[in-house]
T-cell receptor, first 114, second 116 residues
């Protein structure tokens, strides 16, 4: 069965620090990859997604992620975080094929100190 | 444009009681999903609908959980009877049609269920 692993459960950063959240998935075939964010009291929102093509994907609010097939990884990055980035971040995979089923990691809580 | 609407937002019930959650997807979205999110975990799919047909319910505990999507629009998820372990956030999402480069799954705010 497919699984998604997020290495960091809780990350604390100061404003302007760089962010990298790790995500690894278990399946070796064709997959689609996603990062979702959940701000306090709000619903899950899509940050970015990878389906094919350029492995470096740019999303909203200055986030980007790099798909490295050989490492089964899809790490999320942001060069300079803001206090408003405080949220919970979820990595998810949809595959093999396009079943519509998203398999989520356990999430990473990011706390940005002003 | 209205997003995915779920109600109620919060529900507290005693164990062994029934409970139902309602979801109104984004207009025109044929695919509807119910996920359950336990505390400190990511969401897990319970059931997926294509129009009114449940095409993936392999993760739905069928002894106590049921779902329906009459007319392929709104959906209801029911638990009867509820157990303490059912305490979680129940999320509804919709997309059109399936996930692709040009589509995404939109999530509602969820219903937080507490079973006491």
């Amino acid at each position: 069965a497919q699984s998604v692993s997020q290495h960091n459960h809780h990350v604390i950063l100061s404003e302007a620090a760089s962010l990298e959240l790790g995500c690894n998935y278990s399946y070796g075939g064709t997959v689609n990859l996603f990062w979702y964010v959940q701000y306090p009291g709000q619903h899950l929102q899509l940050l970015l997604k990878y389906f094919s093509g350029d492995p470096l994907v740019k999303g909203i609010k200055g986030f980007e992620a790099e798909f490295i097939k050989s490492k089964f990884s899809f790490n999320l990055r942001k060069p300079s975080v803001q206090w408003s980035d405080t949220a919970e971040y979820f990595c998810a995979v949809n595959g093999p094929g396009n079943t519509g089923k998203l398999i989520f990691g356990q999430g990473t809580t990011l706390q940005v100190k002003p | 444009e209205a997003g995915v609407v779920q109600s109620p937002r919060y529900k507290i019930i005693e164990k062994k009681q029934p409970v139902a959650f309602w979801c109104n997807p984004i207009s025109g979205h044929n695919t509807l999903y119910w996920y359950r999110q336990n505390l400190g975990q990511g969401p897990e799919l319970l059931i997926r609908y294509e129009n009114e047909e449940a095409v993936d319910d392999s993760q739905l505990p069928k002894d106590r959980f049921s779902a329906e999507r009459l007319k392929g629009v709104d959906s209801t998820l029911k638990i009867q009877p509820a157990e303490l372990g059912d305490s979680a956030v129940y999320l509804c999402a919709s997309s059109s049609p399936l996930l692709s480069r040009n589509t995404e799954a939109f999530f509602g705010q969820g219903t937080r269920l507490t079973v006491v």
